[in-house]
């Protein structure tokens, strides 16, 4: 990427480098629902709180779904194909982990919605800060280990060709329409 003094986003011709700026964008998304829980017991449901638990129901239902999408049908079957026999069963342990992980975070995530969408409607529902913090550590956790270890993987395994095909077929995952 090339560098810049303002940020810029990489584009789906840099998909790893697309793939850690999702995690940050998570990371946001996570931070505004740290904000909306310490945020309600001062303010109630009010327009400013309905429209950050909108934002945050948005994220997740769309980016994260597609984001997920992106490792499990092209990322990780194109790192098995081409990790050698020697780092296979390292790879396949994390793989299964982070897969396992994914749903125990859409479970996470379907009990979290069912609180936004109660605030969406301006019902009062309990969002403690302890039930957001821990939601919250959940995806840190799991983004911290992608970066640490699954993303070095995929810089070592993965060449030019692979690179594209990853972007293209990401490119193609946004492009169409949503279910």
Same mark, same amino acid.
């Given at each position: 990427?090339?560098? &810049?003094?303002?940020?810029?986003?990489? $584009?789906? +011709? /840099? #998909?790893?480098?697309?793939?850690? @700026?999702?995690?940050? =964008?998570?990371?946001?998304?996570?931070?505004?629902?740290?904000?909306? &829980?310490?945020?309600?017991?001062?303010? $109630?449901? +009010? /327009? #400013?709180?309905?429209?950050?638990? @909108?934002?945050?129901? =948005?994220?997740?239902?769309?980016?994260?779904?597609?984001?997920?999408?992106?490792?499990?049908?092209?990322?990780?079957?194109?790192?098995?194909?081409?990790?050698?026999?020697?780092?296979?069963?390292?790879?396949?342990?994390?793989?299964?982990?982070?897969?396992?992980?994914?749903?125990?975070?859409?479970?996470?995530?379907?009990?979290?919605?069912?609180?936004?969408?109660?605030?969406?409607?301006?019902?009062?529902?309990?969002?403690?800060?302890?039930?957001?913090?821990?939601?919250?550590?959940?995806?840190?956790?799991?983004?911290?280990?992608?970066?640490?270890?699954?993303?070095?993987?995929?810089?070592?395994?993965?060449?030019?060709?692979?690179?594209?095909?990853?972007?293209?077929?990401?490119?193609?995952?946004?492009?169409?329409?949503?279910?």
């Amino acid at each position: 990427m090339t560098k &810049s003094l303002i940020p810029v986003s990489p $584009g789906f +011709d /840099e #998909p790893l480098e697309m793939l850690t @700026a999702c995690h940050e =964008r998570l990371h946001a998304q996570l931070e505004t629902l740290r904000r909306l &829980s310490r945020w309600l017991p001062e303010h $109630g449901v +009010d /327009e #400013p709180a309905r429209r950050a638990a @909108a934002s945050v129901i =948005r994220y997740f239902d769309h980016a994260a779904v597609n984001h997920h999408m992106d490792e499990e049908q092209d990322l990780f079957p194109l790192l098995l194909r081409k990790v050698s026999a020697d780092r296979r069963y390292a790879l396949v342990a994390l793989i299964d982990w982070i897969k396992e992980d994914h749903q125990r975070m859409f479970a996470a995530w379907a009990d979290m919605k069912t609180r936004l969408e109660a605030l969406v409607a301006g019902e009062a529902f309990e969002l403690s800060n302890d039930v957001v913090d821990a939601f919250c550590e959940r995806y840190v956790m799991h983004t911290d280990r992608e970066e640490s270890e699954l993303l070095p993987h995929a810089q070592a395994l993965l060449d030019e060709e692979d690179l594209a095909a990853l972007g293209q077929t990401m490119t193609a995952r946004r492009r169409q329409p949503a279910a």
